[in-house]
């Protein structure tokens, strides 16, 4: 077999456990899915409906432009529709800037810990990885990712809120970030939780790069937490230009998101008061969880998405494995450097499913 990089270069793919890696052990209970941020709300019953209608239809191929989707989306943000792309969720934009902008010879700056695609993308490419240490609050350092840009850097990732730790930067930080990168450098910014971090009052990142960015920017962003539909895999790419899409679209597969998901996408954002009730939902059962994993004398990391981080008195790792024989998910806050060795995420999840999770956390800690 021949590939473009030995296989000893190709990172290794850490899949997340699903239902199925539990079902037919020793548990037989409920599988309590806290480790993937998705939202434990249904989706809009509007998307469900168009679903149904659609699923006759499947013999044919979906729009491979996704129009009726960038049409809402133009119109929504008022931004020109030749510059949205949409992809197979975010983790698809992430794969396709590694492939344009990344290689080797060049560099990358990235936060750490954050969405594990980046560091996945940058060693896939064979890009120099630059890790940049988050702030003890953890929402990403900066000052520090700005320095840290050398003549080989091509793009510098950016996550607020910050997956895993949930921290937003705020209005001058990003302004800074836009202002200061060299215009050589393509800024991403992953919005993927933009939804609660608006509604918490954190800034509109979209519109800071629009007004203070002369180089070129990416924002991503993704319908699977605010609007529910993480199992359709529907997200999108706005670029600072035309011919930054342009380079989008000829390296993103012809028919990049299926006809299914297209229609439950479109359904979705057709429903806005609908995913505003699911973000105030969220928001509530958030603070409800941070609050009582505070009362259990646990350090809790501010967050303004839809999980929650804290540290613990041992490794993450031997929690997660002991909660998952009781049929629990969590996450951990994967990371080279041993200050996060501790640190678990908890999505928001439903009340049956977060009584269970401070029981089993409660009964491994001893607390």
């Known amino acids: ?157 950016v996550s607020s809120p910050n997956n895993p730790t949930g921290a937003i930067l705020q209005e001058p930080e990003v302004r800074l970030l836009a202002e200061r990168l060299p215009d050589s450098v393509l800024l991403v910014l992953d919005d993927a939780y933009c939804e609660f971090a608006k509604h918490s009052g954190g800034p509109d990142n979209l519109e800071i790069l629009r007004k203070h960015r002369r180089g070129p920017w990416i924002v991503l962003r993704t319908l699977s937490k605010a609007y529910g539909i993480a199992g359709m895999r529907v997200g999108y790419v706005l670029c600072s230009s035309q011919a930054l899409a342009e380079s989008f679209r000829k390296v993103t597969p012809i028919f990049p998101v299926g006809l299914l998901s297209q229609v439950a996408a479109e359904a979705a954002l057709s429903d806005q008061p609908y995913s505003d009730w699911l973000v105030q939902e969220t928001v509530k059962h958030r603070e409800a969880l941070a609050d009582s994993l505070r009362s259990l004398g646990l350090h809790v990391l501010p967050t303004e998405a839809n999980f929650v981080a804290f540290r613990v008195d041992r490794l993450a790792t031997t929690v997660i494995a002991a909660l998952a024989k009781k049929g629990i998910l969590i996450g951990a806050c994967r990371s080279s450097l041993e200050v996060w060795d501790n640190y678990l995420r908890a999505s928001v999840g439903s009340p049956e499913d977060t009584r269970a999770f401070l029981e089993a956390l409660k009964q491994e800690l001893n607390l």
Do not use: W
Request: include cysteine; charged fraction near 20%; proline fraction near 10%.
């Open 1 to 157: 077999m021949f590939v473009n990089a030995g296989p000893a270069a190709i990172p290794d793919v850490h899949y997340p456990p699903a239902d199925q890696d539990l079902q037919g052990g020793a548990f037989d209970g409920p599988i309590r899915r806290l480790h993937l941020n998705e939202s434990f709300l249904p989706p809009s019953p509007k998307v469900v409906e168009a679903i149904q209608k659609a699923c006759s239809t499947v013999n044919r191929y979906p729009d491979p432009k996704a129009r009726g989707i960038t049409k809402v989306l133009a119109e929504r943000l008022s931004f020109p529709v030749g510059q949205i792309v949409v992809t197979n969720g975010s983790d698809q934009g992430i794969s396709i800037i590694g492939e344009l902008f990344l290689g080797e010879g060049r560099s990358v700056v990235l936060p750490e810990p954050s969405f594990p695609s980046y560091l996945r993308a940058a060693e896939t490419a064979g890009a120099e990885t630059l890790l940049i240490p988050l702030r003890e609050d953890g929402a990403n350092s900066v000052e520090a990712m700005i320095d840290a840009v050398t003549d080989s850097t091509t793009a510098v990732f």
